[in-house]
Each structure stands twice: as structure tokens, then as C-alpha cells.
């Protein structure tokens, strides 16, 4: 093999980190993302530097001879970033007037730019480990060597066939600030979970608790620790508000995935079986859970019979209730396996089809619990320990002496009714940077007591202090009026999406400018996560604010309540009218008519389509679908409308956008769900 490749490739990757320091000016919140990103390049760099000491010391190394296309593709990804980072023509005049330099990438290109660093760099470091031992010891790597690397590079793309949710993992990178259990809580519920996790006498433990009880920290902390002790094997974290984990569609791909790589020995039955059956990933659930879970652990040789644990949490935000039902009818058959101890443990809301779903499990399958049977007294001492840390450091950040007394500590407590979210939720309002936490603090103790039982009442109250603050309190009429429609537009879009968008691509879709969105959320971080970086994912605080948000008997002030179907067709005709605006014929400047979509590159797809524009392309019909009928006829289901200028004006565009996205099987299923509301909108 030729150093010259391994030469240009730690040159360049050089040039790039220099570059990506001249934008630290820029990098704002983002910085740590951004930074890993300079790290991984320059660990891959370090890796091109070993890989031409090696090569100039002997020429005759077969491992690292069947990475020459590794090698042109890792060239041509460094050649892509350079020039993506490169300065314009008015960079030197931006600098001599003082001005910072906009750093180019969003979050998701940064992440996808790791993602390709870090299978580069272990890509070449298992063939450069390799030649390099064969090298110590004077001999060349044999022919079964070299055969087992390129096995293993095989697996590795094998296993990239299956559908992933990056962002269902417990430990996923937005996930990464979420919490988990305190010390001194919850302890003997986790040691109850954990022992469980080591000898599954049943394989189902399935806890259950109203929103706010602390049930994703619990899955998070058991997650965490049977991470730690060897025995995770899999996580999926179902989210309302996120489009890949909003339904079970990559459930399957996602577990097998991560069954894999705590398993070593499973890759090679899972990657024959995605080769037998190409098209399972296609398949329904039932199909993928046999093929690409119960047949793999079936066949897999292994010493022993290893222990692992599967954590899913909020089973009730799988978007379909006929999917929960089939999940769950799954999961049942991993008693039956020999090789492994498997088991599965299950967070959700007791809701009827879950309940009813476990009432058809044996009891010798499965075991429950039900958060609201734990003790009044051990969840109020969990909560105060969490109220004294938090309100701890509220107080050493603005040094406030003999602050909170404990007296006040005690009717948080009682306030927050056995309900973590309460706590947390006082805890953010208190601690608002803008505010002073005393006068915060006295606001909620004045505010009335919900007693206990009471505890729906108890967070609405927190929400409603919380609005009112933000939106109504010390303002005119006019101001209040124009602060809360603002309000229903942007947060109530928010609380109905199908997937998280940033502030920048909220502001895309909804046809506002960044700063009018930026405004829309201050005064509401104690309910949504909003970080100063544009390009991150507003997310709400807990599920719980938008039911409280969309239902008119809790949210009593109706300035604030957000009516979801209406809202589901303004998204709908947002939707449709970004479409129209943003797309146009081959927008991504492929080499032919019939080239496939992977030639388009990742950073040259998100200029072309902007993570809003992908939103719209992906979601109108389910936001058509969530309005009244009356609403879909006024939206577009008439001649004229918008949906019939969509079929004259934009149809083939879309689907060019929705193959570029690699969505082609979503647009199928798109125009069989609007071809079956056609026919409940005009009956034969």
C-alpha cells in the first residue's frame, strides 16, 4: 500500500483542526460537541501517523493492504469537511472589523461527522493492530488473520443494515443531562430491581406509576448500573416527541443492535440471518423479533448462560395501541430461550391496553409494581433529599444565607404530593436565573395547598404559576394578548410535534424570525429544555406539561390551553407551504435522473433541505390526519385546496426529497393513509 494516502490524510486532518479553532469564537453551547469533534479528528490523525511509520518500515503487511478503499473514502470525507469548513472570500474582512466567524455545521452534521471518525479510526486501528503485532514478532499476519478482520469489517456493515434509533438509548447524546436516582433514594426499590436483574425467576417486571412519579429516572439508573455490572444487553426509550422513538417501527433493529455489541459471539448468527432474509428489516414486528432476536440468541454458542437485561421505559408512548399489544406478546417468548437468561423490564403509565396486555401474561411470566403502592413516607423522603440538594445549590450559586429554612422545605414536599415532577419543576422556576429564588419561593408556598391525593391538581397549580409568570404578570392587555398567541404558536406546536426541532427550524416552519421563537420560550425553562444553542431540540420538561396543556378542564385559563386538532392543521398547512417554497428539481445536483440518493453528501442534503423542510416533507399527512374532518376539507381535500395544488405543483418534488432522505417507504405508507382519509371524507 502507498504511505502517500496515509500522508494526505493526517496532512488535511490537520488542516481541519486548525480550522475548527478559528470558529471557537462561535462555538457557544455547542462547544463540548464541537470539540469532540477536534478530538476525534485528531485521534484519527494520530492513527494515520502510525499507520505511515508502519508502512515506511515494511511494505508487506496483508491486514492493512485490504484497506486502500477505507483509506480513498477517508480522504474524500476529510476533503468534504475541509472545504465545508473553509472561510468565505469576506472571512479576512469579517476579522479585521472584529466580527466572528458563523460556525458552518448544525448539531446533527456534527454528530454525524463523529460518528464517521470514530468507525474510521476503528476501522484502521484493527487492521494497523494487527500488521503492527505480525511486525514485532517478524512474521507476516496469515491468511486467517486478515480473513477475520475483513469478517469483522463485514459484520460491522451488516449490522449498519438495521434500523438504529440512536437517540431510544438510555446513554444516547440528548440524553446525556437527563438524571438519574440520587444517592440515598430510591434505594430500595433499585436494590429490589437489581436483584431481580442478576436471577430472573420471572422474566417480566413490568413497573407502572402516573406521569411525574420518577419512573424514566428509575429505567435510567437501572439502565445505568446493569451497564456497569456487565448485564445490559438493550435499551429503548419510547418519547411522544420524538419521531424515531415515538413508535416501534426501529425497536427491534435497535435492541438487536445493542444484543450484538454486548454479545460478541451474537454478531455472527444475527448477521447471517440478516443476510438470509435481506428484506426483515422491512417486515413486521413479529417477524423482526424472530429473525433478528429469538433465532440469532437461539443459535448462538456460548460458555455459560449469561445474565442480561433489556430496559424499556415509557412503553405507553409507542404510538400504537396495536403494536404495545404485539410487543408485549414478544417479549413473553424470551422464557423460552436456552442459551441466555434474558430479562425485560418495562416502565409505562398503567394505561388500559398495557394493564390488559400484562393480564394476559401468566403470573409465573411476570411480576409488577405499582409506584403508588410504595409507602407515602419513603417517597416524601426521596423528594426532600432531592428538594435539600437542589435548593442547596440554588442557594451557594446566589449566596443566600440560612436559605430555604426546612419548614419550607417540608410543604414542597407536601406540595409536591409523591410527585417528582413537582419537585423539579419548583426547583427550575425557583432557581430562574432572571428572578430572585426568595420571592420565587414564597410565590408557591403562598399559592394554596393541594392536600394530598390530590396530586394532578398540585402540578397543574405548578404549571399555572409558571405561565402567568412568564406571560401575564406586570404586563398591559395588549401585551399579555399578543405574549399569549404567541405562546399557543410556538409552544403549542411544540407540544404536538412529531419529532423535536430546534429553535432555528421551529422558526423555518412556522415562518417567524429565530429571535421571535428565542422570546416565545424565555420565562419557561422551568417546563421546557431550551439550551442557547439554535440548532438543539426544544424539548418539554415532562410529558406531563403538554396533557396539562391540551386539556381544558386542567389548563383553566384558556389564554394558555392549546387545542391539538386545530393546532395539527395550522402544522399541516405549514407543513404543505414549506414544501412548496423550499423544494425544486434536483436539488441536491446529481450526477443523472436514475443516480441513487446516497451520492448526495450528508452536509449537501442539509443545506438543500433544512432539518425544518425535512420535518414538513415527513409529517404533513400525520398532521392532516390529527384534525377534525371538517378541518381536512377546509385544509385542502377540495378542488384548489392545498392538498390538490400539492398533487398539481409539488408531488414529484417531494418524493425526490423523500428519497434523497432515504424515506421512500415512509412516502408509501404516507399516500395510503391520505388515500383512507379520502374515504372517510367522501365515502362511496
Not at 16 to 21: D, G, N, P
Not at 37 to 66: D, R, Y
Request: proline fraction near 4%; hydrophobic fraction near 40%; aromatic fraction near 6%.
Amino acid at each position: 500500500m502507498d504511505p502517500g494516502t496515509a500522508i494526505a490524510v493526517a496532512t488535511l486532518s490537520t488542516k481541519v483542526v486548525s480550522l475548527i479553532w478559528k470558529y471557537s469564537s462561535d462555538f457557544k453551547n455547542a462547544q463540548s460537541s464541537i470539540t469532540l469533534l477536534a478530538n476525534e479528528i485528531e485521534a484519527f490523525k494520530q492513527v494515520m501517523l502510525k499507520l505511515e511509520e508502519l508502512l515506511k518500515k515494511s511494505s508487506n503487511l496483508p491486514a492493512l493492504g485490504s484497506l486502500e478503499t477505507t483509506l480513498k473514502q477517508a480522504l474524500l470525507d476529510v476533503e468534504n469537511l475541509e472545504r465545508k469548513l473553509r472561510p468565505g472570500k469576506g472571512a479576512k474582512t469579517m476579522e479585521r472589523l472584529g466580527k466572528r466567524l458563523k460556525w458552518p455545521l448544525d448539531k446533527k452534521e456534527v454528530e454525524d461527522w463523529i460518528t464517521t471518525f470514530q468507525r474510521l479510526k476503528a476501522t484502521v486501528n484493527l487492521a494497523l493492530n494487527t500488521d503492527t503485532t505480525s511486525f514485532i514478532i517478524g512474521v507476516d499476519a496469515n491468511v486467517v488473520q486478515v480473513k477475520q478482520n475483513q469478517d469483522i469489517v463485514d459484520q460491522e456493515r451488516l449490522l449498519g443494515k438495521l434500523p438504529f434509533a440512536a437517540g431510544a438509548s438510555f446513554d444516547s447524546y440528548h440524553r446525556q443531562h437527563e438524571r438519574q436516582c440520587m444517592e440515598d433514594t430510591r434505594v430500595g426499590l433499585l436494590q429490589q430491581f437489581q436483584e431481580w436483574g442478576a436471577n430472573h425467576s420471572r422474566p417480566l417486571f413490568w413497573v407502572s406509576g402516573m406521569a411525574g412519579t420518577g419512573k424514566s429516572t428509575i429505567a435510567r439508573t437501572l439502565a445505568n448500573r446493569f451497564k456497569s455490572s456487565g448485564t445490559l444487553g438493550g435499551s429503548f426509550f419510547f418519547s411522544r416527541a420524538s419521531g424515531e422513538a415515538n413508535n416501534a417501527f426501529k425497536l427491534v433493529g435497535t435492541l438487536a443492535h445493542h444484543l450484538a455489541n454486548a454479545l460478541p459471539h451474537l454478531k455472527g448468527p444475527l448477521c447471517e440471518a440478516i443476510l438470509n432474509h435481506e428484506d426483515v428489516v422491512r417486515q413486521g414486528l413479529r417477524n423482526q423479533w424472530k429473525e433478528l432476536i429469538v433465532t440469532p440468541l437461539s443459535n448462538v454458542r456460548l460458555n455459560g448462560r449469561p445474565t442480561l437485561n433489556i430496559v424499556i421505559d415509557a412503553l405507553d408512548e409507542c404510538g400504537s395501541d396495536d403494536d404495545i399489544r404485539l410487543i408485549l406478546q414478544l417479549f413473553v417468548e424470551v422464557k423460552d430461550l436456552k442459551s441466555i437468561d434474558m430479562g425485560i423490564f418495562v416502565t409505562s403509565r398503567p394505561e388500559i391496553v398495557i394493564r390488559l396486555g400484562f393480564a394476559n401474561i401468566p403470573d409465573i411470566v411476570h411480576q409488577k409494581l405499582d409506584l403508588r403502592d410504595i409507602p407515602r413516607d419513603d417517597v416524601e423522603h426521596d423528594i426532600m433529599v432531592f428538594l435539600e440538594s437542589e435548593l442547596r445549590c440554588i442557594s451557594l450559586q446566589r449566596k443566600l444565607h440560612d436559605w430555604p429554612s426546612k419548614h419550607a422545605i417540608g410543604v414542597l414536599v407536601k406540595r409536591s404530593d409523591c410527585l417528582f415532577i413537582y419537585a423539579t419543576t419548583a426547583c427550575r422556576y425557583i432557581g430562574g436565573m432572571d428572578w430572585d429564588p426568595e420571592e420565587r419561593l414564597s410565590e408557591i408556598l403562598s399559592g394554596g395547598s393541594s392536600g394530598e391525593g390530590d396530586a394532578i391538581t398540585g402540578i397543574d397549580a405548578m404549571y399555572m404559576q409558571v405561565l402567568r409568570t412568564a406571560l401575564t404578570e406586570g404586563r398591559g392587555q395588549k401585551e399579555v394578548d399578543k405574549l399569549c398567541d404567541r405562546f399557543k404558536q410556538v409552544v403549542g406546536s411544540i407540544v404536538v410535534l412529531f419529532d423535536e426541532l430546534s429553535i432555528s427550524a421551529l422558526a423555518g416552519l412556522l415562518s417567524l424570525q429565530e429571535n421571535s421563537v428565542k422570546l416565545s420560550l424565555d420565562g419557561l425553562h422551568s417546563v421546557l429544555n431550551v439550551l442557547d444553542d439554535t440548532d438543539s431540540p426544544v424539548r418539554l420538561l415532562h410529558p406531563s406539561f403538554h396533557d396539562f396543556l391540551v386539556d381544558y378542564r386542567r389548563c383553566e385559563d384558556g389564554r394558555f390551553c392549546v387545542d391539538e386538532a386545530s393546532m395539527h392543521g395550522e402544522l399541516a398547512k405549514n407543513c404543505l407551504r414549506v414544501i412548496s417554497t423550499a423544494l425544486k428539481r434536483n436539488m441536491c445536483q446529481l450526477s443523472t435522473p436514475g443516480a441513487p440518493p446516497q451520492e448526495a453528501e450528508r452536509h449537501t442534503l442539509n443545506i438543500q433541505l433544512p432539518r425544518h423542510v425535512q420535518y414538513a416533507c415527513s409529517y404533513w399527512v400525520d398532521h392532516l390526519a390529527s384534525t377534525k374532518p371538517d378541518s381536512r376539507l377546509q385544509i385542502g381535500f377540495c378542488d384548489n385546496g392545498e392538498v390538490h395544488l400539492f398533487f398539481q405543483k409539488d408531488f414529484l418534488r417531494w418524493l425526490e426529497a423523500m428519497s434523497l432522505m432515504e424515506k421512500m417507504p415512509q412516502a408509501v405508507l404516507m399516500i395510503q393513509k391520505l388515500a383512507n382519509i379520502l374515504e372517510v371524507c367522501y365515502p362511496a
